[in-house]
């Protein structure tokens, strides 16, 4: 017995291409056991099982698709180059797409035709959606791409983008990085942006999401993006900014991701200093550094660290740390003999926050 499924090409899209045609070839085979052959519209059989037919000619399946009938063959010499058999149209979104043939007796092999056909059906539909994600994915980083990088603005095309994700230049945006830990699933994370209703994101190798969310939605759903970043997944939130001053916004929120410290979610609006630090060079960084606290232990820096969170509080912070004031004040005045500076004078007590900031 055989298999031929004859291949209808559309104008503008084809369902059944030369890969799609040897995985349903496959397919099939492994479940009836059986020799399968795609026609194309002149009636020729461009893919097979069975190598020695590729390039023959197939009328059944033809006269299928002229009469969009089922074609059962009962002689093998009924028609040119077709066996005894059954021969089914397969239809999608209400076209005929290929016709299914099956040799042997009709009544026999009819049912592997259905099997067939519903195994062609879902193939497509697999391959159909996977085209769409990828286009998806494709027009989601040209937009994103072209805002960051303030090109194609006055593109057609770039205009219809803006009309599909239903974004508008005049609007306030904001630009989220979302950082994933080593183990996080990339679809996972996709998932999430999804349920949040964000249009368009980006994902960058190896581990980087980029997201656009509309500022007003922002304020409404922040709880949510705080709830999803935790311990596999960080996200910093750029400043609020019309959508044609996206790269601003890009650039504040790597601001912020730079700032995020030990905590997983951080939004540019709540940093003040940091801000004005990170334009200090690498070189001013480091000498300011060796001026200040390079002399300074670990544990001299996280005392320091815990002392200005509790606004320079004697008490507050000898209770954070278990230990004695009196032990506090000492341990204060040590680190004013090692560095120069005396935390608990307010010029010098601003000198190490900055240093400690810088660092």
């Given at each position: 017995m055989h298999i031929y499924l004859v291949l209808i090409p559309k104008e503008d899209y084809m369902y059944i291409n030369n890969q799609l045609a040897t995985q349903i070839v496959e397919t099939v085979k492994d479940i009836c056991d059986h020799d399968i052959n795609f026609i194309d519209c002149q009636g020729i059989i461009y893919a097979s099982t069975d190598i020695k037919r590729i390039g023959s000619f197939h009328e059944a399946g033809l006269l299928a698709i002229k009469e969009k009938r089922i074609i059962e063959v009962y002689d093998d010499t009924s028609f040119n180059?077709?066996?005894?058999?059954?021969?089914?149209?397969?239809?999608?979104?209400?076209?005929?797409?290929?016709?299914?043939?099956?040799?042997?007796?009709?009544?026999?092999?009819?049912?592997?035709?259905?099997?067939?056909?519903?195994?062609?059906?879902?193939?497509?539909?697999?391959?159909?959606?996977?085209?769409?994600?990828?286009?998806?994915?494709?027009?989601?980083?040209?937009?994103?791409?072209?805002?960051?990088?303030?090109?194609?603005?006055?593109?057609?095309?770039?205009?219809?983008?803006?009309?599909?994700?239903?974004?508008?230049?005049?609007?306030?945006?904001r630009l989220l990085i979302i950082l994933a830990k080593r183990l996080v699933n990339e679809q996972s994370i996709i998932q999430e942006l999804h349920s949040l209703a964000i249009p368009v994101y980006?994902?960058?190798?190896?581990?980087?999401?980029?997201?656009?969310?509309?500022?007003?939605?922002?304020?409404?759903?922040?709880?949510?993006?705080?709830?999803?970043?935790?311990?596999?997944?960080?996200?910093?939130?750029?400043?609020?900014?019309?959508?044609?001053?996206?790269?601003?916004?890009?650039?504040?929120?790597?601001?912020?991701?730079?700032?995020?410290?030990?905590?997983?979610?951080?939004?540019?609006?709540?940093?003040?200093?940091?801000?004005?630090?990170?334009?200090?060079?690498?070189?001013?960084?480091?000498?300011?550094?060796?001026?200040?606290?390079?002399?300074?232990?670990?544990?001299?820096?996280?005392?320091?660290?815990?002392?200005?969170?509790?606004?320079?509080?004697?008490l507050n912070t000898a209770n954070r740390l278990f230990i004695h004031k009196n032990t506090l004040q000492y341990k204060l005045d040590r680190i004013h003999k090692l560095c120069g500076y005396n935390p608990r004078k307010f010029r010098d007590a601003n000198i190490l926050y900055l240093a400690l900031k810088l660092k």
């Open positions: 180059g077709s066996l005894q058999g059954v021969n089914l149209p397969v239809y999608y979104h209400d076209q005929i797409i290929a016709v299914i043939g099956i040799s042997g007796k009709p009544d026999k092999v009819k049912k592997y035709a259905y099997l067939a056909q519903k195994i062609t059906n879902l193939l497509i539909r697999e391959k159909e959606l996977n085209e769409f994600n990828r286009s998806q994915a494709e027009k989601m980083h040209y937009l994103l791409q072209s805002l960051l990088d303030q090109e194609n603005l006055d593109s057609q095309y770039f205009s219809d983008m803006l009309k599909y994700f239903q974004l508008d230049l005049k609007n306030n945006y980006h994902y960058q190798y190896p581990n980087r999401f980029l997201a656009i969310i509309d500022a007003d939605y922002f304020n409404r759903c922040e709880y949510k993006l705080k709830k999803l970043a935790g311990n596999q997944v960080s996200i910093a939130v750029g400043k609020q900014i019309p959508l044609i001053k996206l790269s601003e916004s890009y650039h504040s929120a790597l601001i912020a991701l730079r700032n995020i410290q030990d905590h997983q979610y951080i939004n540019y609006d709540v940093l003040t200093l940091e801000i004005i630090l990170q334009s200090i060079s690498i070189y001013d960084k480091k000498d300011y550094l060796n001026k200040t606290i390079a002399m300074l232990s670990l544990e001299d820096l996280n005392l320091l660290h815990i002392y200005f969170e509790e606004d320079m509080s004697l």
